[in-house]
């Protein structure tokens, strides 16, 4: 069975501090590894991952694939109060057309002013 | 465009009753999913479709039912409700992967939070 884990499974900060949340994950034909960003209501798609060793950045958010500890981090710099959200990995695995996407339980992460 | 709309936001049902979440896409997707999110923990595959008229269970299917007679429209029937379906429902929905691609981004609904009491 296709299993993802993420941790920490919360964290409370303060504005400005930095975090690394991170996900590992045991799964049959790896495609893809995702983060989502889950405030109030439904997941954003943040980034995706193929390649190890590759960063994907954007803004304050960044995130690496490390294919050989079957892993990826998720760093978040100069935390922002809107950066408080639940943060969901996911792993595309599969051979079919349609890859199934496995969540793991997400970090909740809560940025205090 | 509206996305992917989801009906009802909120609902309560009884144990045994029944009842189908609604949920359409304007963006001439193929592929559509149902996910539940219990609390704590990420988002588990109900049911897919990769077209009109074709569905595949996913990853918790027991307890519910789906059809999709349009590319449109993807309804999660729910029968004999029982309090361990008590969750939120997300549904969402995407363009096949791309050759040369291995995912396309799954654009989510806003989420139906059933309670089964």
């Known amino acids: 069975e296709d299993k993802v884990v993420q941790s920490p499974l919360s964290l409370v900060v303060h504005e400005g501090d930095t975090v690394t949340l991170n996900c590992s994950y045991e799964?049959?034909?790896?495609?893809?590894l995702l983060w989502y960003k889950q405030e109030k209501k439904a997941p954003t798609f943040l980034f995706m991952l193929?390649?190890?060793?590759i960063e994907k950045k954007s803004g304050r958010l960044s995130s690496i694939l490390d294919k050989k500890e079957l892993s990826s981090i998720l760093n978040i710099t100069a935390t922002q109060t809107g950066d408080s959200a639940i943060y969901l990995c996911?792993?595309?695995?599969?051979?079919?057309?349609?890859?199934?996407?496995?969540f793991g339980q997400g970090t909740i992460l809560t940025v205090h002013p | 465009n509206a996305g992917v709309t989801q009906t009802p936001k909120f609902r309560i049902l009884k144990i045994g009753q029944s009842m189908t979440l609604q949920c359409a896409q304007d963006?001439?997707?193929?592929?559509m999913y149902w996910y539940r999110q219990d609390p704590g923990m990420g988002l588990k595959l109900i049911y897919y479709?990769?077209?009109?008229?074709?569905?595949d269970k996913g990853e918790v299917p027991n307890g519910y039912n789906v059809s999709r007679s349009t590319t449109e429209d993807f309804p999660l029937r729910l029968e004999l409700a029982a309090p361990s379906q008590t969750s939120v429902y997300f549904c969402?929905?995407?363009?096949?992967?791309?050759?040369?691609?291995?995912?396309?981004?799954?654009?989510f609904g806003p989420g139906t939070r059933l309670t089964v009491l």
């Open positions: 969402a929905s995407s363009y096949p992967p791309t050759s040369g691609s291995s995912y396309n981004e799954q654009f």
């Open positions: 799964v049959t034909n790896f495609r893809s």
């Open positions: 193929t390649s190890s060793g």
């Open positions: 996911a792993v595309l695995a599969g051979g079919t057309s349609y890859g199934k996407l496995t």
């Open positions: 963006m001439n997707h193929n592929y």
């Open positions: 479709s990769v077209g009109a008229g074709i569905t």
